[in-house]
């Protein structure tokens, strides 16, 4: 019975005027039919991921419009289950069902832009944990700092794109028609954190972002500079970046192998 409504709430069409499929293995209710009633959640069902996609994906919304944002989200309820009993997890899968959706072919930004969004929800939804002390870490040797691993706060991200996502992103209340972003050879690497009760999002270099990866990755310092060095950049950049990491409040915990 689970399955056989599952089914007709995904696929309404499965839903028969006649009483059949799984309106037959339900009780008729006191007013109106079974099928009526069938019917009010398999309209609701997408109703529900829509508004929770909108909610998720305003840019992605904004730049594709009203009508072909309704028609993403159903081709997606209709190709991807979900797997959570919470809606604000029900995007979860929406960037990489783009890289196979058609729309992609002529706004091919769209799934990197989708990326950036959810990292945004997901670090407005991270439980963020107390910033890391550096006090104790003031009589670490060479050696020490070499085998640290940083761990940063749940929030924070990286996403990496052949386009400018992060200006496309924060033109989602500008009017489409006034929206001018150059597109060409933009590249963008954009770190994703939160503050208090708001989510930033910055664009940064390459080295950096090479570095958070890294360190997002669990490799060590010593193993994050040792690759700077071999791709020709500079390692004694660590220590500026650290010092802003360690202001923003990005860095959680430090510890040495």
Not at 124 to 147: M, R, T
Not at 166 to 179: D, F, K, L, Q
Not at 208 to 226: D, I, K, S, V, Y
């Amino acid at each position: 019975m689970q399955r056989q409504l599952a089914s007709a709430i995904v696929q309404p069409d499965t839903l028969l005027p006649d009483a059949g499929g799984v309106a037959a293995l339900l009780v008729a209710p006191p007013q109106g039919t079974t099928l009526t009633r069938l019917q009010v959640y398999a309209g609701g069902y997408p109703a529900r991921v829509h508004e929770a996609l909108g909610e998720t994906y305003p840019a992605l919304a904004h730049v594709l419009g009203a009508a072909p944002f309704d028609r993403l989200v159903h081709r997606y309820a209709d190709a991807v289950p979900l797997r959570s009993y919470n809606l604000n997890d029900a995007g979860a899968q929406l960037p990489e069902f783009l890289r196979r959706d058609p729309l992609s072919d002529s706004l091919p930004f769209l799934p990197d832009l989708a990326a950036l969004e959810w990292q945004v929800t997901r670090a407005f939804h991270a439980y963020e944990e107390p910033p890391l002390d550096p006090a104790p870490l003031a009589a670490w040797s060479l050696d020490d700092w070499a085998g640290a691993v940083l761990r940063l706060q749940p929030s924070v991200a990286l996403v990496r794109s052949d386009w400018p996502i992060r200006e496309i992103w924060e033109a989602r209340g500008t009017p489409v028609e006034e929206i001018d972003i150059d597109m060409r050879d933009r590249p963008d690497r954009v770190l994703v954190h939160r503050l208090g009760f708001d989510v930033h999002c910055e664009s940064i270099g390459d080295d950096e972002a090479l570095a958070l990866e890294m360190l997002l990755a669990g490799r060590t310092l010593g193993e994050l500079n040792q690759q700077l060095a071999n791709s020709g950049h500079d390692p004694a950049a660590v220590s500026g970046w650290f010092a802003g990491w360690m202001q923003r409040g990005l860095i959680a915990s430090c510890t040495c192998g």
